[in-house]
């Protein structure tokens, strides 16, 4: 497996709760920036969160305060934590290293997050 598996993604209401998972292989994660990325329909994909592998964490402002990234180099996986969904969260939820992010055959399928109001 070279792409990230994504899960975790549903239907939910505005103000409820999501965890997303990401499992990729050592080869991939290694000690690599990992983040998490959405995209909303027409929209170009964007960075929501990132997570070093020393466990320093990035957020894009639409999402501070709401949402948490979290990793487990043993395990090769990292989370995403997501409170307080509001609809404009609405997306396919995508993990990868920053530093593939520009290589379109790193991507996986993703996850799809729904907020309903």
């Known amino acids: 497996q070279v792409q990230p598996v994504e899960s975790g993604g549903g239907l939910v209401q505005a103000g409820g709760s999501l965890r997303l998972s990401c499992a990729a292989s050592r080869s991939i994660f290694s000690t690599n920036t990992v983040g998490w990325y959405r995209q909303a329909p027409g929209k170009q994909r964007e960075l929501v969160a990132t997570v070093t592998f020393g466990g320093s964490t990035n957020y894009a402002d639409s999402v501070k305060g709401r949402f948490t990234i979290s990793r487990d180099n043993a395990k090769y996986t990292v989370a995403l934590q997501m409170n307080s969904l509001k609809p404009e969260d609405t997306a396919a939820y995508y993990c990868?290293?920053?530093?593939?992010?520009?290589?379109?055959?790193?991507w996986g399928q993703g996850t799809q997050v729904t907020v309903s109001s």
């Open positions: 990868n290293t920053v530093q593939l992010a520009q290589k379109s055959w790193s």
